[in-house]
């Protein structure tokens, strides 16, 4: 790959700046012949009244703002043209800068570019930045994309795929799942923890289409690079999306719905019948249950047929409570001639059956089960040998 460094001023590469607000991207500069950000580059995300203003308020006080690189591509038409490489938020923070798209705070309150005196624009514009202009292959340019320090925001894992397989897939993947604009997120976010514009909400969309094609993501990435249209994609994340809506058709949604692995549990469950009423009623009375203590872990619990109370962290009897118990089932007894626990008292034969068996080596265990409707109190609250009940199980 062949390196030439050069100076550019602000005011050339803010010429015909564009800024694409729905989208969240900056688009081209340098009168046409800078592409921004190439679809191998992530989201712009410095817009948070903090970096871009950084960006600025260095370029007032005349500091550095480090190298930028681009690389040489081709448009449309196969003709030559520039490409950000590294370098596009600190050129897209600029660029909207100077088109009035946000203001930094002075001692003389909020300005934007227009309201800065002209000799402060003026050192804006003509401020030079050092490039370095990399000509070669997709593979040379991509090796270089992934080893370059990207200041104080590092690639994350699927910014680096889309850079690694870009094409029409990545692109048309892209805009279907990566604005934070579209009205859908709002939708999507009850039920996935993800940050669109750092690509999470794509990250998931393929984590869930490759799980179900038992491949990985870069698999399914690199099969897929030259499709013109992410319909299979797109499909799957919302057949997955709708099944958890109307499996549990709650309103509000809970919180606890948010991140949970709803692709496995499609993948599982996703054919069973269920009565959607039925399972309103059901979480409904789980979340007043004062003995279940890991509520996300309630959809999980429906799902798998109530079988699984481990999920719940089900609240155990309190200590006082299994030290009454127990005192009062060894006084009984020790009165009766019999074993303090039950099970052992039953027992046909042998010395078990008047053993007084020590606190330590008895535990609590609901007389009527849990997931049956029994309650954490004394009522029912039984104290067995630790082999008798743990021989019981779930009966």
Known sequence: MKTELKQYTIRDITQDFQYNE??????????????IQPEYQRNYIYNDGKKDVAVIE?????YPL??????????????????VLDGQQRITSIGRYVTNKFAIPTSAGEQYF???????????LDTKLL?????????????????????????NAQELRNAIYSGPFVTAARAEFSSSRDPRQQRWGTYINANP???????????????KQDTTIDGYMSQHRHDTDVA???SYFNAVIDWAEARFPLEPVPKEMRGLNWQQFYAQWGTDAYNGNATVQRVEELYADPAVRTKKNIFEYILSGEEKTQLLDIRLFEDSTKRAVY????????????????DCAAATKGDVKTKIHPYKDMEADHVTAWSKGGNSTADNCEMLCVRHNRAKGNK
């Open 131 to 155: 490039v370095y202009i990399c000509d070669g292959t997709e593979t040379e340019i991509k090796e270089w994309f992934q080893t370059i320090n990207i200041s104080g925001e590092p690639l």
């Open 22 to 35: 729905l989208e969240g991207k900056g688009l081209y500069g340098l009168g046409g012949k800078l592409v």
């Open 58 to 62: 260095s370029l007032l006080q005349e």
């Open 327 to 342: 005192a009062q089932q060894t006084e009984q007894a020790k009165t009766d001639g019999v074993s303090n626990c039950p």
């Open 114 to 124: 227009s309201s800065l005196p002209q000799d402060k624009q003026d050192l804006i």
């Open 66 to 83: 480090g190298l930028i690189y681009f690389a040489v591509g081709k448009d449309s038409a196969g003709d030559a043209i520039l490409e």
């Open 232 to 234: 299979e994609l797109k």
């Open 197 to 211: 514009v750092r690509q999470g909400v794509l990250e998931l969309a393929l984590k869930w289409i490759a799980a």
